[in-house]
């Protein structure tokens, strides 16, 4: 029999963040466990064509897949959790859709009909499910539905779901997400929220299979056979989601309540024989939850408020974290107040420091401000990106002496532009177009830190970023005792800067939060935590 790909939706109802990639993103680590591949889609309601020009106040952190998507951040959980990469498939958005369907219209592929949202729209998203599917290369495809059953953006999905299950109920299963709540005078929780949001769908025409519902407190036996009957799903369906203490422990307690078993029995596949092991996983909980230290490191950026924006560094440092059995605490101090008069006070009992990618000219100062003050007490300091940019600036200002060097994309007036335009971007208007985007490759010189760290010669990393390093002033850069110690092999560009006169002072042009998993905890993140332990231990670095 030819291979038969197996489609799961996860829908979520009730209230958003309730957590369906974490969800989704779980059940595909249990699957994987037990031998399955598995991918993971996340279809977005909104009419942006990708999350590539949203600020991360909207949705948080803009994910970058190897092929240079820009995608929501749960694409980010999925790889996390998977160790799988993703791509431009795995992230689609209503704009996406219509920008598709409307080239056709203009092909004259839809040969003079009326085009509607009912069947074209709904026919593009199907086919941008099952392109997933037909690449033969899945046991399960699982597509995570943004936002909530109700929502007039997410009809047409909803009703693509539908179509879905109806073509080949054997095939597909639904996933509902939803929340119990807790109603503390009355010493109660509540179904009737669940009970509506299941007949929301119902009224679309689709019936979940597999309700998992969030609640702050267990899920007694009379609950669960409560939601059972009224919304008409088996008892062993009835899944509870407890709070739980990291998403990391989220594959383990959907285990226990044994959705994985419940999700193969309603697909027809074996879930008796098989049992998922996650022996890595646990091993890595061990050590994540057990550190034998602890160190502070600060993040600065400027969208410190908001933890989302900088979703994947900070679970860089988890991973990192783990591996060294330390726990690395984020402290998170925001660029835009910090002046070469209050750094020091602001950096008080940290021992290392993170500078953020980002994007504009706000808090630019604070991040130079930030990077002289760890290059001159010899703090451990990774800068991402901007953060690279930064380091490149102040050192061309501080220690090469030109007073006003700066970044075109700040000052467009500057006479030393020590970050510019590639020439091959100067000509490209479109916005979305004028990124380098997505994975490129590094040489990597030999004896240095960067070695030290990749133990490589030749890397790949992810990109995204309009503004580079300029090549003019690089032997200037050399002189004053800066090494470039990874180049892009294709174009020359310098892709990571270093000072040997610094125990640890590294920037990159790339993010190489982007590549940090579980199973592979990114090799930067993790020398910069064992850095910082050396550093709070010494008082200093020798
Ligand atoms: N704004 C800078 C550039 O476009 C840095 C981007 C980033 O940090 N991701 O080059």
Redesign the pocket.
Known sequence: MAHQTKYIFVTGGVTSSLGKGIIAASLAKLLQGRGHSVTIQKLDPYINIDPGTLNPYEHGECYVTDDGAETDLDLGHYERFLNVPTSQANNITTGRIYQSVINKERKGEYLGKTVQVIPHVTDEIIRSIKILGEKGTYDFVITEIGGTVGDIESLPYIEAVRQMCWESKIDCLVIHLTLIPYLSAAGELKTKPTQHSVKELLKLGVQPDILVCRTEHPLNDSIKKKVALFCNVAEEAVIESMDAETIYDVPLLMQKERLDDVVLKKLNCDYLNTKPDLTNWNKFLKRYKNPSHEVRIAIVGKYTELADAYKSIVEGFNHAGAEIEAKLKVKWVQSDDLTEANVERNLNGVSGVLV?????DRGIEGKIATIKYVRENNIPFLG????M?CAVIEFARNVMGLEDAH?L?MNKETKHPV?NLMESQKEVTNYGGT?RLGAYDCNIEKGTLAYDIYQNTTISERH?????FNNEYKQQFIDNGMVCSGINSENNLVEIVELPSHPFFIGVQF?PEYKSTVANPHPLFVALGKAALAYKKEGQLV
């Open positions: 953020a990618p980002g994007f504009g991402i990106c901007l953060g940019q970044s994309e970050i990124m995204r970023h309009r503004f580079e993010h």
